[in-house]
């Protein structure tokens, strides 16, 4: 559906001040969201958009408009807990991040927003254990990489019904690429038409915060952003597809493209429920950060894109050399690299969580001479040791890495010499599978035999989209890969594909 541009009310434009009772529209059309959360506060988030698909969104381009929002300890909201007001500003596309604090540990909550005369949907969230909790077990839901035109986020509205204390995503929530039939793109929504906004790349600040507006106005990933707070991570498709740091994979000269990084990050916080102080400074935003599930585990949510340095050899899967295997090549950068080594020094956790951006395990596509790829920790190999060594150095022995990009679902095993399968294994990684991008993809693909062969340390492999639940216990990690047979038409049933287990006692995966 296209709809006809139609100013704001002439009697804002003509002197009076803005007020939320001129907001003629619904402007809660992308849902709310909750995420970061901590043992006695959690982020909650929303943004006003009466008409989600138009530059400025039917709101003026200046002033700012009051938002309530209450926080209750039950859906009637007889029990409010926390509530107050804050200013919606123009500056940041309206949109809302309130830090609700003195909440209490491990406890559900609900949540809603008001302006004018509209009220939003309600969230519902929870908040962490306390820091030194004995906790008897986590659930958490592992999704990415949700490109609008290649299928329906149907993976969300399964997840929106799991049993879960928190989503991580870990990258490409949106794909900055052109759509629509403008653009000779099929794109899976129904009948509906995209407006020609849509048709070209993303590049400035308007067509970044357009693109997050058409994924986000998708029911499923709203019910999903509704059922559960969330933890989010960027890749590339957020900015520019296998970008580095200050490099474009166009060669565009790098201070043309911070430019178009500071747009693509100031859309990205505005549209995520990170916290107020958390806001880009120009094309810099520190998104690694650290969090606590009571004694059970820490996670270090790594940020693999803003730091790192340029992809060997051109990019893409090459043969590795002298380039690649650079002892002073980093992913993460000296400083979040010292920070995460710092925080294995600290860490008192049964799991030690790394959810991040790319494939961390080597991946071999022959047994001799293959070539790897340069995007991945396998570009990066002596970044990769020296993450291994600070866990060993610190005495971690229960390593998870948790990733995406790949649009495949992975269960590996860290080996010490992946050349060695006899060798130590020092964790696990779970790669999960893209919720759309890929299309509907084979649980059993082409090439399943020959890579499993040539990578001995690889349990588990298929290409289907959907999700995974992962369930940690002071004994024991369980891995379920829920997949959908097919994305490329709504209604898609959910079925557990594989299940691993990674005991406490010693790492590993073997199938549950």
């Known amino acids: 559906m296209v709809v006809a541009l139609v100013p704001y009310p002439a009697r804002a434009r003509a002197g009076r001040p803005w007020r939320a009772e001129d907001i003629k529209d619904n402007p809660f059309t992308l849902g709310v969201a909750s995420g970061d959360a901590l043992p006695d506060s959690v982020v909650l988030w929303t943004r006003l958009a009466p008409r989600p698909y138009e530059p400025g969104q039917g709101l003026p381009q200046t002033g700012s408009v009051p938002v309530d929002w209450e926080v209750a300890e039950d859906e009637k909201y007889s029990r409010v807990v926390g509530r107050g007001t804050v200013q919606a500003d123009a500056r940041d596309n309206y949109s809302v991040h309130v830090d609700a604090r003195g909440l209490s540990p491990a406890r559900t909550y609900w949540y809603r927003f008001r302006t004018g005369g509209w009220t939003s949907p309600t969230g519902r969230t929870r908040t962490t254990p306390a820091t030194t909790a004995t906790v008897a077990r986590m659930r958490l839901g592992l999704t990415s990489c949700q490109q609008y035109d290649e299928g329906y986020y149907t993976a969300h509205q399964h997840l929106a019904g799991e049993d879960l204390d928190a989503v991580f995503f870990v990258g490409d929530y949106i794909y900055e690429n052109a759509i629509g039939p403008q653009a000779g793109s099929r794109v899976y929504t129904g009948d509906r038409r995209l407006p020609e906004v849509f048709g070209h790349e993303c ?71 990170l916290r107020p102080d958390r806001r880009p400074n120009g094309s810099a935003l520190p998104l690694y950060r650290r969090f606590h599930f009571g004694r059970l585990a820490q996670f270090d949510i790594l940020d693999t894109r803003q730091y790192r340095d340029d992809q060997a050899y051109g990019d893409g899967w090459r043969q590795p050399g002298p380039e690649s295997e650079n002892p002073s090549r980093t992913l993460l950068g000296a400083q979040q690299e010292g920070w995460l080594y710092a925080g294995f020094g600290s860490s008192t956790a049964t799991w030690n969580v790394i959810p991040q951006q790319v494939a961390f395990c080597r991946r071999r596509l022959s047994a001799q001479g293959s070539p790897l790829s340069m995007d991945a920790w396998d570009g990066y190999p002596a970044n990769r040791t020296r993450l291994l060594q600070a866990a060993r150095t610190a005495g971690i022995t229960n390593l998870m890495v948790l990733s995406g990009d790949s649009h495949i679902n992975l269960a590996m095993d860290i080996k010490d010499d992946f050349d060695n399968p006899a060798s130590a294994t020092r964790g696990v990684e779970i790669l999960g599978t893209s919720t759309s991008s890929g299309a509907d993809g084979l649980e059993k693909p082409e090439d399943w035999e020959a890579l499993l062969r040539v990578n001995p340390h690889m349990k588990y492999y298929a290409k289907r989209r959907g999700h995974v639940v992962i369930t940690l216990t002071p004994t024991e990690a369980r891995a379920d890969f829920r997949t959908l047979p097919y994305v490329t038409r709504p209604g898609a049933p959910i079925t557990t594909t594989a299940s691993l287990i990674c005991p406490a006692s010693h790492p590993g995966f073997t199938p549950a």
Do not use: I
């Open 203 to 273: 590049v400035t600040l308007d067509d970044y915060r357009l693109r997050y507006a058409l994924h986000k106005s998708d029911p499923d990933l709203q019910a999903a952003h509704a059922a559960h707070p969330w933890y989010v991570t960027w890749d590339d498709h957020e900015v520019e597809n296998n970008y580095a740091g200050a490099v474009s994979q166009d060669a565009v000269p790098p201070a043309q493209f911070l430019q178009r990084r500071a747009a693509a990050y100031q859309a990205y916080w505005e549209n995520m429920p």
